[in-house]
């Protein structure tokens, strides 16, 4: 039997408002590539409004191109960090040759969490694209103590994303993180 949205386990629900007690989780957001500029980018900065509006801070956000090296330099660089709590990239998750992100950042983890890919094709299904969401390589996980998610570039994607898996989570996967 399952339990409506925002219902749990006694257990769960303790673990949730300890959680939501702790402070703004620390974030740096990447959009990975080729296509989008500054000013075309539309997932990055919603990213940002959305962590803020939460009452999260965003320490850096970047564009970055579809390239293995220097994206995994930046991965790398952004998970050594010990003043950054979640690492959040939007794109390079489709089948084009240059969609590469999750080809970089999933070696990188410690911990890969694929219930967040599984959820997010299923609410992508039911709710956005219908079929079109088994095209999608959304990725999550930790890495190094980093909370780190990979989703599609789209506006849409990433709305999806954040606000009905992410956020409503991420205080509680940091907990679960720092024990």
Do not use: W, Y
């Not at 009452?55 to 998970?79: Q, S």
């Not at 080809?103 to 039911?126: A, C, H, I, N, T």
Request: net charge negative; with cysteine; proline share 4%.
């Amino acid at each position: 039997m399952t339990e409506p949205r925002g219902v749990g386990s006694d257990s769960a629900n303790a673990h949730r408002d300890d959680a939501a007690r702790r402070s703004a989780a620390r974030c740096v957001v990447f959009t990975v590539s080729d296509s989008r500029t500054a000013d075309t980018d539309e997932s990055g900065p919603l990213i940002e409004r959305l962590l803020i509006a939460a009452g999260h801070t965003v320490v850096a956000r970047e564009l970055l191109r579809n390239d293995d090296i220097p994206l995994r330099a930046a991965v790398e660089r952004v998970i050594a960090q010990d003043d950054v709590d979640v690492l959040l990239c939007t794109g390079g998750t489709g089948l084009g040759a240059r969609d590469r992100t999750v080809e970089v950042v999933r070696p990188l983890l410690d911990k890969e969490l694929p219930g967040f890919g599984e959820l997010f094709r299923l609410l992508s299904f039911q709710e956005q694209i219908g079929p079109a969401a088994m095209l999608t390589r959304a990725l999550a996980g930790a890495a190094h103590g980093t909370l780190v998610a990979v989703m599609p570039g789209s506006r849409a994607a990433v709305e999806l994303a954040l606000t009905r898996l992410i956020l409503p989570e991420l205080q509680h996967a940091l907990r679960e993180l720092r024990r």
